[in-house]
């Protein structure tokens, strides 16, 4: 032994070295706390930055050419003013007085939009995250993309290109908020999507679909911690019989022929921190609300700080032109992620137009429906066997949806008081 040649022990060790490094980087908890770390690197020196700018009054102090910038960044230029989405309420009130033909053309378009987008992007998820590229024939294994975290960034940079567009093209309220805050809503919506990409590589998409249907619970629970909002019977009620249906589905699913597909352990952790983060941003959202914005106003905050720790992220582990190494081996898998990107953001349009024109609880019901075509168009193309007790848990997580929607909906009505009639003189 101690005659073999230096230079091949060194060979050696630098593939064991690889090797190690390489599994490590299969385990989703380091590649988790990979990403946080490199979101970190823009976070803490920002956060410098802005007790520092803050610190010594730059407000009142500072000027110069950076001075609108910085003022908006850090200090916002009005004070919290109530919800005030002028432009996103202004339509609605147009469509209350069009006629009824109309209406009914408008929700075909809104339903129509908000399925064709988001069905098309379910679909696309589970092909990207669960199949592999470049096989020719059925025998051959081909190549999985393994990095969540860029198809969170080419969603983010479409979406914010969209936006951007949107608030240049059409009139918008005049921003008062503070840019930074958008950062907490954004960091935790990058991290909620890369769970829910993630997600997939260890559980069914139907599971994933029911247990984001579930996440009215944390979303509860978030809004007594964050925004110390109280709750009625129902809505406890409503969310008793959610639990109830998702854990007789996730109970008795099977095991289907795709590995990558099976329900695990580490799929549910995902999950859970998929449904945590994901009720803090909207929790997050409804507080930066109360600042004068419209709501592509927020599409427009919260995927910049998105692309920003995204682009930052990658660049720092070296995985951007790796994924962009991908994309040009594999054409289909470009054409997907673009794909994928463009149902994403023309859903979050369709979402704010369908809300402004037919209010919140329409939009549920849309979706709600949406969420049920999903798993029945996920188990016909993938193969995803449901038992008859899981059907039911599924049947029983949809009518506590409908249930939340009718109950929401009786309690709004039963608030209209009658307005006193203004005589003008």
Same mark, same amino acid.
């Given at each position: 032994v101690s005659a073999t040649n230096p230079?091949?022990?060194?060979?050696?060790?630098?593939?064991?070295?690889?090797?190690?490094?390489?599994?490590?980087?299969?385990?989703w908890l380091f590649r988790f706390f990979l990403n946080v770390l490199g979101y970190t690197t823009i976070i803490i020196p920002g956060y410098f930055l802005i007790t520092y700018l803050k610190r010594i009054n730059y407000l009142q102090t500072g000027r110069g050419i950076c001075y609108p910038v910085i003022k908006a960044c850090? /200090?916002? *230029?009005? *004070?919290?003013?109530?919800?005030?989405?002028d432009v996103s309420l202004a339509p609605r009130?147009?469509?209350? *007085? +069009?006629?009824? &033909?109309?209406? &009914? !053309?408008?929700?075909? /378009?809104?339903?129509?939009?908000?399925?064709?987008?988001?069905?098309?992007?379910?679909?696309?998820?589970?092909?990207?995250?669960?199949?592999?590229?470049?096989?020719?024939t059925p025998e051959e294994e081909g190549e999985h993309f393994k990095d969540s975290q860029f198809l969170v960034f080419m969603n983010r940079i479409l979406a914010l290109t969209v936006s951007g567009l949107w608030c240049v093209? /059409?009139?918008?309220?005049?921003?008062?908020?503070?840019?930074y805050k958008y950062s907490f809503a954004s960091l935790s919506n990058v991290l909620s999507s890369w769970c829910q990409y993630e997600a997939l590589k260890y559980i069914s998409f139907p599971t994933q679909v029911l247990a984001k249907a579930s996440k009215v619970i944390p979303v509860m629970l978030m809004g007594k911690i964050v925004s110390h909002k109280s709750y009625e019977y129902w809505e406890y009620l409503t969310a008793a019989l959610i639990s109830l249906g998702v854990s007789m589905f996730l109970l008795t699913s099977t095991a289907d022929k795709h590995p990558s597909t099976v329900t695990t352990f580490s799929g549910v952790v995902i999950l859970g921190g998929y449904i945590v983060f994901d009720s803090f941003t909207s929790n997050w959202q409804d507080n930066l609300f109360k600042h004068k914005m419209s709501s592509v106003q927020m599409m427009f905050g919260v995927n910049l700080f998105s692309c920003l720790f995204t682009v930052g992220s990658l660049l720092e582990q070296g995985a951007f032109f790796d994924s962009l190494a991908f994309m040009t081996r594999h054409s289909e898998f470009a054409f997907h992620a673009v794909l994928l990107s463009v149902c994403s953001a023309c859903g979050q349009l369709f979402i704010f137009?369908? =809300?402004a024109q037919f +209010?919140?609880?329409? !939009?549920?019901? =849309?979706?709600?429906?949406?969420?049920?075509?999903?798993?029945?168009?996920?188990? /016909?193309?993938? +193969?995803? &066997?449901?038992?008859m007790v899981g059907g039911f848990g599924m049947a029983v997580v949809f009518l506590a949806l409908f249930l939340r929607v009718y109950a929401r909906s009786r309690m709004k009505a039963g608030r209209k008081v009658p307005q006193p009639q203004v005589q003008k003189v």
């Open positions: 230079s091949v022990c060194v060979c050696v060790c630098v593939c064991v070295q690889s090797s190690l490094l390489q599994d490590w980087h299969d385990v850090v /200090f916002g *230029s009005e *004070s919290k003013t109530g919800l005030l989405d009130n147009d469509a209350d *007085s +069009g006629s009824s &033909a109309r209406q &009914a !053309f408008k929700l075909v /378009f809104c339903a129509a939009g908000l399925q064709v987008s988001y069905l098309t992007w379910g679909v696309l998820q589970e092909r990207v995250m669960t199949r592999s590229y470049g096989a020719s093209l /059409f009139k918008q309220p005049r921003h008062g908020a503070p840019m137009y369908t =809300i +209010g919140a609880a329409v !939009f549920t019901i =849309i979706m709600t429906l949406r969420q049920a075509i999903a798993i029945l168009l996920s188990c /016909f193309l993938y +193969g995803h &066997a449901v038992t």
